[in-house]
């Protein structure tokens, strides 16, 4: 029998491009948590009264934990889109103490039906299964998310430069079971970054999930972007803070697969699956 995924996870090897949007701050605060309708969560305030939209799209390609035995166990490498809202977490939903900033994830498609479960299971993330074809370029990353034909979103990140050592921790919240749960996530990265409405591009398809992010009000041009060197995390359990209602709208289901498309190509070259092709029979 396999053994169950033990946290924490170790991601040694992710290829991050992500860029931030503005979106409307009252659209972003209608997908918040609540307690008996009172937000947990407020939208983090942006420029114009508007709130924070990261877009990332990550290539993991080497994932671990440590099972009861003490060896090393891997995950399936997979692909996956994020679109996080800035948020500001006061006293309240921390049980106490000081304010703080962090996100709250609305999409989060990936490439594998492990990577799906296990982000359902264990914190309650909105995650399905899609497919992603990533065009890897000197000083630019894209990835193309569609799901059975239909195209999601297509978003370009170009940055380049000296690369810099970035945050040491990210703070994400989630609601699992009618519960609210933090995770700070330890980060080693170093980053390119490039500023203004150049740095990256997101257009939007014709689908439902891009329809409700047409909803947000989200910028397409970003207020900067930035792309990986070097990155590598480690991502624990989630702690409980409190009840939380269900959260509004529905999680898109995505189809039921054991792996979606998941495709490298880089320029002049074709795109290479980055799962193994099925034994023929």
Avoid at 165 to 178: I, K, Y
Avoid at 248 to 272: E, M, N, Q, S, W
Wanted: proline share 10%; hydrophobic share 40%; aromatic share 4%.
């Amino acid at each position: 029998m396999t053994e169950p995924v033990r946290l924490p996870l170790a991601y040694h090897d992710t290829a991050v491009a992500c860029s931030y949007h503005l979106a409307s701050a009252e659209a972003v605060a209608a997908l918040l948590p609540r307690d008996r309708g009172r937000l947990l969560l407020r939208p983090l305030p942006g420029p114009g009264g508007r709130t924070p939209v990261a877009v990332h799209a990550l290539r993991h390609r080497t994932v671990t934990w440590t099972g009861t035995d003490g060896g090393t166990h891997r995950l399936a490498p997979y692909g996956e889109v994020g679109v996080t809202a800035g948020v500001l977490a006061g006293p309240a939903a921390r049980g106490g103490g000081r304010p703080a900033t962090g996100g709250f994830v609305l999409q989060l498609p990936v490439t594998s039906r492990e990577a799906r479960d296990l982000g359902r299971d264990e914190w309650g993330l909105p995650k399905w299964l899609a497919d992603m074809d990533f065009l890897d370029a000197p000083g630019s990353q894209r990835v193309r998310l569609s799901e059975d034909g239909v195209e999601v979103l297509v978003h370009t990140v170009s940055a380049g430069g000296p690369a810099l050592r970035g945050t040491r921790s990210r703070r994400l919240w989630s609601v699992r079971d009618g519960r609210l749960l933090e995770t700070t996530t330890p980060v080693l990265a170093r980053w390119q970054a490039r500023p203004g409405p150049g740095a990256a591009a997101l257009v939007l398809g014709d689908h439902p999930v891009a329809d409700a992010l047409r909803r947000l009000g989200l910028s397409p041009a970003p207020l900067a972007a930035f792309r990986s060197v070097e990155h590598r995390s480690t991502l624990p359990a989630g702690r409980t803070l409190g009840p939380a209602d269900p959260t509004p709208g529905a999680v898109h289901p995505g189809r039921d697969a054991d792996l979606g498309r998941f495709t490298v190509a880089h320029p002049g070259t074709a795109a290479l699956s980055q799962y193994p092709e099925p034994a023929s029979v």
